[in-house]
């Protein structure tokens, strides 16, 4: 049964209406035996390479969602903004003129493209799944975190020279 309403339903509203990514797969896991990716609207993984593509492009708002003490002793992204975890569902329900004085960047509207990013992805998934279950359909995530992107900023400077 409920495969064929996933079926018979965009992507965007069956994730809707189930809440969020894992509990689409997890319906559909429970059906088939296995999580098949068959709908393209679902939200995916970022690559470290397709970060910096859309970063360069200017069509992103990164949200890193480390703690404000973590960023300043580790560094963060080239134009991310931080909004910690536990602050992404209430930001994002926000009025726009109070986001704007709290985090200094004007808030996202739904159709946006949004990346979450941690240290190593596991609090930016979570961010994900909250902005996916505010109807923030094009939210995305960084799952090698900043971990990862040190490491790859390190490689390439060293090339670099």
């Known amino acids: 049964m409920l495969a064929r309403q996933l079926l018979g339903t965009s992507c965007r509203a069956a994730l809707g209406s189930l809440g969020s990514v894992e509990a689409a797969l997890g319906g559909l896991k429970s059906v088939w035996g296995g999580s098949q990716h068959f709908c393209s609207a679902l939200p995916k993984d970022v690559t470290y390479r397709e970060l910096k593509n859309l970063l360069n492009s200017k069509n992103i708002m990164l949200i890193d969602v480390r703690d404000a003490w973590e960023i300043l002793e580790h560094g963060k992204i080239p134009g991310s903004i931080n909004i910690p975890l536990d602050e992404v569902k209430e930001a994002l329900q926000m009025n726009p003129r109070d986001f704007k004085e709290k985090y200094h960047?004007?808030?996202?509207?739904?159709?946006?493209s949004l990346v979450f990013s941690c240290f190593a992805g596991v609090r930016s998934k979570k961010a994900m799944d909250t902005a996916l279950s505010l109807g923030f359909?094009?939210?995305q995530h960084y799952a090698g975190g900043w971990k990862e992107w040190v490491t790859y900023e390190m490689s390439e400077k060293k090339q670099e020279n």
Do not use: F, I, L, T
């Not at 960047?105 to 159709?111: A, R």
């Open 137 to 139: 359909n094009s939210a």
């Open 105 to 112: 960047e004007v808030k996202p509207s739904k159709s946006d």
